[in-house]
């Protein structure tokens, strides 16, 4: 999927982030990370795009999925290319 914009907050010791990171690269997925335990202002934005504190928060397009696993994440991307096919 060529999304232009994909960002996914994370915080660095957080399992559920690592296993996100690693889904999307095995996926070839090009994305910007933010570390919200880093960055204020990335720690606010996803905490007013998903509506909690908990990472990790996926933002492809102003598509929102919070506090997922990888089975949810590869759900979620297969509706959005279904969605843009």
């Not at 996914?8 to 919200?36: N, S």
């Not at 990472?55 to 969605?83: N, R």
Request: charged share 25%; net charge negative; proline share 4%.
């Amino acid at each position: 999927m060529n999304a232009t914009n994909i960002r996914l907050f994370v915080k660095p010791y957080c399992g559920w982030c690592h296993k996100a990171i690693r889904w999307l690269d095995a996926h070839d997925v090009e994305y910007e990370t933010l570390d919200v335990m880093a960055d204020d202002a990335a720690y606010d934005e996803m905490v007013k795009l998903s509506g909690q504190e908990l990472a990790p928060v996926i933002d492809v397009g102003g598509k929102i999925l919070a506090d997922f696993g990888p089975d949810e994440l590869a759900v979620f991307w297969q509706k959005l290319e279904q969605e843009n096919a």
